[in-house]
């Protein structure tokens, strides 16, 4: 089985299912997990716009839109957890731990 342990954060590559402490997070999509396995499996490295889309839509350009709802959806449940997603300006996002 492939999957990303970040603390209390686990994600499972195979079945594209989150777990906080242990417990299914039912309102996270596949794509949601397949998103936050990709910033997760790199610590601190800035996923550019275009990197991002292309691991998780397949394509290079997809609205931004969707990838801010996925941010809030994610960020929301990433406050049980020492990790948060952040923004950074006119490149892309990164996942590192909070307070940094």
Do not use: C
Not at 8 to 29: C, G, H, K, P, W
């Amino acid at each position: 089985m492939d999957k990303i342990i970040r603390d209390n954060l686990t994600i499972n590559l195979d079945s594209l299912r989150v777990y906080i402490d242990d417990v299914l997070v039912r309102d996270m999509t596949s794509r949601m997990a397949q998103y936050l396995g990709l910033l997760a499996s790199r610590p601190e490295k800035v996923w550019k716009y275009i990197e991002i889309y292309e691991a998780v839509f397949g394509r290079a350009l997809a609205d931004m839109e969707t990838l801010k709802y996925m941010n809030k959806v994610i960020r929301k449940h990433l406050l049980r957890t020492p990790w948060t997603i952040k923004n950074v300006y006119g490149l892309g996002y990164r996942f590192e731990r909070k307070g940094y």
